[in-house]
């Protein structure tokens, strides 16, 4: 039976979304991924396979540190002919501290005796066997029953066994998967609606979806509807083949249309379009515009009937508020598109629009050497606007935005000012013969009405000069020493420009007191891009510690 009103929700972003064609995740990009689904209020974020690879090895061995959700390692059930005390995969998955373990295991008649080449009672006593192993060692232990649907179609009475064999051995959650992604949302709801009827309650059961029939989200619901209260999914349904289940369309469905609770606060799940955009970000993928509440589409409206009557009443074209997750209403043929978003951004800072003065604006675009008259702009909304359409992405980018305003209210001191830089790269042989090259910038650099003129050398132009004006700077500045650039992207948003497109770098900074924070440079030149972003990391920074002391 099902009581509960709760639905878990589980990411696998991090293991299966990495089995995404193209998708190679560093250690330092899971860590990032995983503070955001923290952040949002997944339950259970899923790391990856300990022992399966480097990456995820060095992952477990450091992983961030959550407030909200737990950490989950992945693996399988023991091999055949192997103890559970004696198998070396589970083994690997308590070398690290988590609070959960997930092991994958067959549950389809046919994939055990033609896949793992055993008998079917081998298989449960795996199955059976592994989870009463780590059910000692680990706070929470659940079984992906693999390929469950199919197997349930050839041989329902195998496949609930294999669930009973988790469940009776101490398993919290059995996860029925739609592995090959062919099922539909009738089957789904059909064969959850038996599995609890023969024994295996809702609130013990979880669904794992592919998009195989662009149906994962469909039948994740179904599965829900049908009873069962954990969800498994991806952020922009990244994923093999076709896909997993999207969690950016599930989670919103889940809360706003059928009324359920998740660990996602209703506040929260303004968070949804940040955390969407996050992973883009660090895939450096578009953003899918189409994407269901989240893409910068969902809510946009192109003139003629559609205009004048959202204009009226925006549930006329609209099926949620656009803010409740995040996202902005856009009238397509208006000047007005976006600006309430902006507005409301600005509010966040407690910035009233009205105190920008329009020669501060003028006074900010010359110094941002952009290609529009500054004398055009007309207030700071429009410059904003403007500055997105070259190609600055300010809500990845929340140091620049912030630093962009209080600029042109006058709240940023110049904490310092390059005067002139030049960058030589030298590719040369090293003492055993091999070819490096190395990078050598030289910066005038004015601080407090003194120049300074800085060499530094680095492995690239940008290392350089982050070299050469730190040791100016941190002479000033000692705080700057704590200074770390965590992440670095380039991106180009002009791509029929060629080798002269426009591109945008983006840069993810700390300062040693778990801050973090991003900037952004836009320019056909990458080196400057990058030195915009760069020197807005270093202002910013100076400024927030100004601020907090």
């Known amino acids: 039976m099902t009581s509960s009103n709760r639905v878990y929700l589980y990411d696998t972003t991090l293991r299966d979304g990495a089995q995404t064609q193209g ?11 995983a503070r955001e689904l923290d952040s949002l209020g997944i ?13 995820d090895d060095s992952f477990f061995a450091n992983p961030p540190s959550f407030s909200r959700s737990k950490l989950c390692a992945f693996g399988m059930t023991r091999r055949a002919g192997r103890s559970a005390d004696n198998d070396p995969g589970l083994a690997a998955l308590t070398q690290h501290p988590v609070g959960a373990v997930t092991m994958v295991g067959k549950s389809w008649d046919f994939q055990v005796t033609v896949a793992l080449g055993i008998e079917l009672d081998e298989n449960l006593r795996m199955i059976g066997e592994s989870v009463a192993h780590l059910k000692k060692k680990v706070p ?11 197997g349930y179609k050839a041989n329902p009475a195998y496949a609930i066994q294999a669930l009973k064999a988790a469940y009776e051995n101490g398993a919290r959650w059995m996860v029925l998967c739609d592995t090959n992604g062919g099922s539909l ?13 023969a024994g295996i309650p809702g609130d013990n059961l979880g669904i794992h979806c592919h998009n195989d029939t662009e149906a994962a989200v469909a039948n994740s619901l179904a599965a829900v509807k049908a009873g069962v209260r954990q969800v498994q999914g991806t952020i922009n349904g990244l994923g093999e083949r076709c896909g997993n289940a999207n969690l950016v369309s599930i989670i919103p469905n889940l809360m706003l249309k059928m009324g359920f609770e998740t660990g996602i606060a209703r506040d929260n799940l303004k968070n949804l379009v940040r955390v969407s955009r996050a992973l883009d970000e660090v895939l450096d993928r578009k953003p899918n515009r189409s994407q269901p509440y989240v893409g910068a589409s969902a809510f946009a409206h192109k003139g003629g009937l559609h205009v004048s009557a ?5 549930s006329c074209y609209e ?31 407690g910035i009233d629009m009205a105190t920008v003065k329009k020669d501060a604006l003028v006074k900010v675009v010359e110094q941002m050497q952009v290609e529009f008259d500054p004398r055009d702009v007309s207030d700071l909304v429009d410059l904003i606007k403007r500055l997105e359409h070259e190609g600055y992405a300010y809500d990845t980018a929340a140091a620049s935005f912030e630093l962009l305003v209080r600029r042109a209210l006058g709240e940023v001191p110049e904490y310092f000012r390059l005067e002139r830089y030049r960058v030589i790269d030298e590719r040369r042989r090293n003492a ?11 910066v005038k650099v004015e601080v407090g009405g003194r120049a300074y003129i800085q060499v530094g050398e680095g492995d690239g132009p940008v290392h350089a000069f982050d070299t050469a004006l730190r040791q100016v700077l941190t002479g000033a500045y000692p705080q700057l020493e704590a200074l770390e650039l965590a992440d670095y992207r380039v991106r180009i948003v002009e791509s029929t420009a060629g080798t002269s497109a426009r591109t945008r770098v983006t840069i993810e900074s700390t300062d040693g007191r778990g801050h973090r924070w991003t900037t952004v440079g836009v320019h056909s030149n990458v080196l400057e891009a ?9 202002a910013f920074m100076l400024f927030r510690f100004a601020e907090e002391g």
């Open 23 to 33: 998708v190679d995740f560093s250690a330092a990009d899971k860590a990032k991924i």
């Open 140 to 150: 929470e232990v659940m079984y992906d029953a693999e390929h469950f649907f199919d």
């Open 310 to 314: 959202v204009a009226k009443d925006p």
């Open 319 to 349: 099926h949620v508020d656009p803010a409740s997750v995040g996202n902005v209403r856009q009238i397509v043929v208006s000047d007005q598109a976006g600006r309430s978003n902006i507005v409301a951004r600005m509010a966040d800072l």
């Open 185 to 197: 949302p009738h089957d789904i709801e059909r064969i959850v609606g038996e599995v609890i009827a």
């Open 43 to 55: 339950d259970y974020v899923e790391g990856g396979w300990p022992g399966a690879n480097p990456t």
């Open 530 to 538: 990058s030195l915009e972003a760069l020197q807005d990391s270093i």
């Open 432 to 442: 055993v013969g091999h070819w490096v090259t190395l990078s050598e910038a030289t």
